[in-house]
């Protein structure tokens, strides 16, 4: 037998005694109070609609912050209510469902009251549990109402600093749950759970992060009782009521603020199961169905909002093995041990809070895992998590890789990885040959590890500093990788590997030094925003960022061989002013994998695996953190790295769909102005006008020329050679100075790749200095032949109104110098009879062995000089319009 005391509200003292029951309910109105069967805890108060309430002394009055909360379910016939607070701030439901707040400040001429106007006040579904919370910042006068972590409804227009504290609508009236404590009326029907106020105005991922899971004192801070992580600078000095409404004895809820002033419970004569989602758990349904979608997978299915659009501060525990083919937004997933959530059908698996993963994560397809800026994986995470991606099939052919995954362990995250823990071919672990240096086709697919390389903070354009690590060799989380297919297909056919290992998540960093390169590489289960990564990579910034603000893609289009002499590629370009294709080769050789057109041009979003250059500007560090993660997915049937040409420089690859990839429209004016070379190189250069660029030289706007191809062209910027450039503003007076070289004499086409936001009034000619040409690009490519050598001061992109000599026939007529070894002489080929200044030839020392300023000006002419010795030298043709080099051979 046991003897309970109940203390009610008008100061009487009642005993009991029974045995193997729990009093539920004291009543003030001479009803007997209702006795229940203990084994029915856990359990919960529950509200009849009819008188049913929870009530304390008022405390809100006065007060300049304040934040109230709780969980709630409507009855199938609720027909309004209201749910907690008192006379001057309050939530409750209208009879039409709509969720609605109430405030009275404690001003007197202003704006000292409002209600949630009926466009604001969103409908809630009976028989489901929906979390709702109101907040108050009287320095703002501000009023914000929460359903399911997210606002509905804000108002910054009220007058007056704190809430009223007159009598009228705070001493007179209790601070009540279930009723209008003004009125004594409107009473709740249905459940009403884990109340908490506090004397602070929250923010939305304070109120967030704890809406799945109880709460509780962790020395003095507010920790929940799932998620093993202090709610951000929240005291447990904050909260001043918190009521879990548990159904317990003597007739009263527990607080278990440090206030310490428990809630008498009023006519509550029935109890409900705790059935509200603290947090989302799976149950084994037995029916074997997998699908997240199948109510009968989750604990309380039938009541819970989560087989389709959840709260984006929902708190997951997966106990079975479950399937999704959406996106889902968390602030906690906890994958328990022998479970797997699968993802289908390119989805996102957000998280922004807590990720622990003893299962295993399964991201098939395009599937990702972007865990945000606070998101943070358990070091003690045991399981792991599966990615596909391809890579080109050729045996010949490299592609740049980085791993989203590190070796498994379960006690520290970003490990690192050799690419024999966490390179797989399908289930089966990839077969790395360590002998030859061939691939093979077979099952599991054979991978000549020769070809794994790293180049980590070695010197710029060093070929003898990369570093070779095979199949066992450590690389860091962060660091790229070389790799060649298997041979089960040519370049352009896919080969699939997926990796397996713990993901790699939050900050990463790698050092570097001052003109250095490193092989880099996206480290993330999902794909990265380049403009992030750039920025956080500033030198300019006042972290540790040392980079030059440009990153540089390996294509390998071509070669059929492993000689590097044979290999033919380049390196795509990506800055804050867009991007550029690798130079191409212009034919359709079987050994071609893109048939010489520029098919991967990179833009702003870069793929799982992908790996890149880049360059040192000072000493420092490479950043990578959860900030620059995003969902993007790649181009359809993409081979790594393939942009989709009808989204232009948006991914990195990428293609549009309405199912939340983040994607960003450039609106900036774009010209794109291409070379195609006497021996069939195509390349593109890339303006951009920026108003954060200028006619110079600028830190991530222009990229700098990265290797060189046997023809070329680039833009000059202060002597240096660049692919693309920023420029703040493009008009009649813009120069835009060209430089080109090629290997063989012949003829070479300058045109218009591409325009993007150009207005179609805007003017753009070539102008060849050597013939006082401008030709104009917008109706046709200008063609010319060019002797072998360098010209870096003689084109030039001009714009406005400019006189045009013709685009006919007669400029194919060139301006031409060099030497004739038949003749021993020099060679002076002048169809416009331009004047020159001055001739000279230097030998490899700098030497003059001939110098003339006596030159005719006429169509040919031929000036000897004999007696040389066999070698190179350089011809210089001074005019007024500039200086013309010519390398020789002289035998």
Partial sequence: ??????????????????????????????????????????????????????????????????????????????????????????????????????????????????????????????????????????????????????????????????????????????????????????????????????????????????????????????????????????????????????????????????????????????????????????VSSGGGNDKWTHKNNWLHGDVWNVMNEHSDYAIIVVSRDLTTSVNHKTAGLIIESGNTLEVTDDSGIYNSWYLKLDGVLDLQGESQLIQTELSELDPAS???????????????????????????????????????????????????????????????????????????????????????????????????????????????????????????????????????????????????????????????????????????????????????????????????????????????????????????????????SQGFFVVGQTDGTINFNNSQRVFQKEAVSSVFMEANPENGENFIPGRNFDDGSETSEDTRPKLRIGLNSINEIHRQLLVTVDPNATEGADWGYDGVLYETQMDDMYWMIDNEKYVIQGTNNINGQTVLPLGIHTQNDGLNSIMIDELEQVDETLDIYIHDKALNIYHDLRISEYTVFLTAGSYLDRFEITFGEQETLGNSENELELFDVHYSNKIESIVITNPTNKKIDGLSMINILGQSVFSSINIEEKNYSEYRVSGLSTGTYIIKVKTPQGTISKKVLVK
């Fill in 382 to 608: 045991s399981g792991r998590l599966e990615r596909d991606q391809q890579g080109t099939a050729d045996q010949y052919t490299y592609n740049y890789w980085s791993s989203p995954v590190s070796k498994l362990n379960a006690t520290i995250n970003n490990i690192g990885y050799t690419a024999k823990d966490v390179l797989f071919d399908g289930t089966q672990k990839v077969n790395f040959l360590t002998t030859g240096y061939d691939g093979m086709n077979t099952n599991p697919v054979s991978i000549a590890d020769y070809w794994i390389w790293k180049f980590a903070n070695k010197l710029d354009d060093d070929y003898s500093s990369w570093q070779h690590v095979r199949s066992t060799g450590t690389i860091e989380a962060g660091e790229g990788f070389t790799m060649k297919g298997p041979g089960s297909g040519s370049i352009s056919e896919e080969q699939n590997y997926v990796f397996v290992g713990k993901p790699n998540n939050g900050n990463i960093n790698l050092t570097i030094n001052g003109g250095n390169d490193y092989l880099v590489g996206n480290p993330y289960p999902s794909a990265i925003d380049a403009h992030q990564f750039i920025l956080d990579n500033a030198p300019l910034n006042n972290g540790d960022g040392a980079t030059t603000g440009t990153l540089y893609f390996w294509e390998h289009w071509g070669g059929g061989s492993h000689n590097l002499t044979d290999y033919l590629g380049g390196y795509a370009i990506y800055n804050l002013s867009g991007g550029t294709p690798a130079a191409s080769f212009g034919t359709n050789d079987a050994n071609l994998g893109t048939g010489g057109k520029p098919t991967k041009r990179p833009g702003r979003y870069i793929p799982v």
């Fill in 1 to 282: 037998m046991k003897t309970t005391t109940l203390f009610l509200r008008l100061g009487l003292a009642l005993s009991f005694c029974f045995s193997n029951f729990t009093y539920l309910h004291a009543a003030n109105n001479g009803n007997e109070p209702v006795l229940t069967d203990a084994s029915k805890l856990p359990s919960s108060a529950d509200f009849d609609g009819v008188d049913d309430y929870v009530s304390r002394n008022p405390f809100l009055g006065g007060k300049s912050n304040v934040t109230v909360m709780t969980w709630i379910k409507l009855d199938g016939s609720f027909n309004g209510g209201d749910v907690i607070g008192q006379a001057n701030f309050r939530l409750f439901i209208d009879a039409n469902n709509r969720l609605k707040a109430y405030i009275k400040t404690d001003d007197i001429d202003g704006i000292n009251s409002l209600q949630t106007p009926e466009e604001n006040a969103p409908e809630l579904t009976t028989e489901k549990w929906n979390h709702i919370a109101l907040s108050y910042n009287g320095s703002r006068g501000e009023i914000i109402m929460y359903l399911n972590g997210k606002v509905v409804w804000c108002n910054n227009g009220l007058s007056g600093g704190k809430l009223n504290s007159l009598p009228e609508w705070n001493s007179n009236h209790d601070f009540e749950i279930g009723r209008n404590s003004e009125n004594d009326n409107n009473y709740f029907e249905g459940d009403i759970y884990e109340c908490r106020v506090y004397n602070k105005t929250l923010s939305e991922s304070q109120i967030g992060q704890q809406i799945f899971q109880e709460i509780e004192n962790n020395n003095g801070a507010v920790r929940g009782t799932v998620i093993p992580k202090d709610i951000d600078d929240l005291q447990w000095s904050d909260l001043e009521l918190y009521y879990k409404m548990d159904a317990v004895s003597a007739g009263m809820t527990t607080d278990y603020s440090n206030s310490g002033i428990d809630g008498a419970l009023f006519n509550m004569t029935t109890v409900q199961d705790r059935t509200a989602p603290m947090p989302y758990i799976t």
